[in-house]
């Protein structure tokens, strides 16, 4: 008797482990397509830049008085070189 308790007891978490397994590859899987779509999507509304706003990813300096007076000069050459600044 103890034996059946045991291969039941072993089925069921067999059967349950199966049954997560298939829910959660479905669950991933139709998340992962709608990522994709929306990826898909933002690049596309992305592709074609306005004549006024500069492209996804360019960096823009802040030139304004306020702002460049606590500015360091490490900074600043980073901005004229047109890169992200990665110095306070």
Avoid: C, Y
Avoid at 40 to 67: I, M, R, V, W, Y
Wanted: proline share 6%.
């Amino acid at each position: 008797m103890n034996r059946v308790r045991m291969a039941i007891a072993a089925g069921a978490m067999a059967a349950s482990m199966i049954t997560g397994g298939v829910i959660g590859a479905a669950l991933w899987g139709t998340s992962a397509v709608a990522a994709s779509a929306a990826n898909a999507t933002t690049l596309a509304a992305t592709a074609s830049p306005s004549a006024t706003a500069p492209a996804a990813g360019t960096f823009k300096p802040n030139e304004d008085a306020t702002h460049e007076a606590g500015e360091s000069a490490a900074r600043e050459a980073q901005e004229n070189a047109g890169q992200f600044p990665t110095v306070p």
